[in-house]
């Protein structure tokens, strides 16, 4: 049973240029959000999304972009990154609604802008 | 949302009992609490989360107070691999996709 997985776990990216980080979870989840979490500072959510094909803006959603296709995948996409965006970037899932269970992470993507 | 006070660090020697406190004086009746913790270069771990009751699991206790407005997590007997951030968190019921986290407790464990 992989959990949560995010991949690329290092990726280094020049002022402007896009990407996209994955995330794949294989517990059958309702639930997927994104966090960022900077030196010395706790998780900040950037986006969510409750089921496939539906997602919601976090706390920190500028600059980022995300769908939700299939009830596996959650990928982020950074649109044109910026050095402000240099963090680790987690992954998690949970179950439903109805559920106040746990939520699992993945091990994180370090990402740094230049 | 109503929000968590945590000391920033504590200390405790391996093998003995840790308490980690947390205050959420303006919780609400239908807030979980919720602990998380994060081991170095890691994603946060869940650990145990209550509503009213005391809860206890394989890896920690939870102790909440009968007002509700602290509450405190116990390891039993640190060990070095309990080193790590302690997140407390205050949980909607459904809102697992939204957790809002602090600054949290490092603990340090020495022998």
């Known amino acids: 049973n992989a959990g949560v997985t995010q991949t690329p776990k290092f990726q280094v990216l020049k002022t402007g240029q896009s990407m996209t980080l994955q995330c794949a979870q294989d517990?059958?989840?309702?639930?997927m959000s994104w966090y960022r979490q900077d030196p010395g500072m706790g998780l900040r959510l950037i986006h969510y999304?409750?089921?496939?094909?539906?997602?919601d803006q976090g706390e920190v959603p500028n600059g980022y972009n995300v769908s939700r296709s299939t009830t596996e995948d959650f990928p982020l996409r950074l649109l044109s990154a910026a050095p402000s965006q240099t963090s680790v970037y987690f992954c998690?899932?949970?179950?439903?609604?109805?559920?106040?269970?746990?939520?699992?992470f993945g091990q994180g993507t370090r990402l740094t802008v230049v | 949302d109503a929000k968590t006070t945590q000391p920033n660090s504590m200390e405790s020697n391996e093998e003995e009992p840790v308490h980690l406190p947390c205050n959420h004086s303006?919780?609400?009746?239908?807030?979980?609490i919720h602990w998380y913790r994060q081991l170095p270069s890691q994603g946060p771990e869940y650990v145990i989360h209550?509503?009213?009751s005391n809860v206890n699991n394989r890896m920690a206790s939870l102790a909440i107070a009968e007002d509700r407005k602290s509450s405190t997590l116990i390891l039993h007997r640190a060990t070095l691999r309990d080193a790590a951030v302690y997140y407390c968190?205050?949980?909607?019921?459904?809102?697992?996709?939204?957790?809002?986290f602090g600054t949290g407790t490092r603990l340090q464990v020495t022998l």
């Open positions: 303006t919780i609400s009746g239908t807030d979980y």
């Open positions: 998690a899932s949970s179950y439903g609604l109805n559920l106040n269970t746990e939520a699992f």
């Open positions: 968190i205050l949980s909607y019921t459904g809102t697992a996709s939204k957790l809002t």
């Open positions: 209550g509503l009213t």
């Open positions: 517990m059958n989840h309702e639930y």
């Open positions: 999304s409750v089921g496939a094909g539906i997602t």
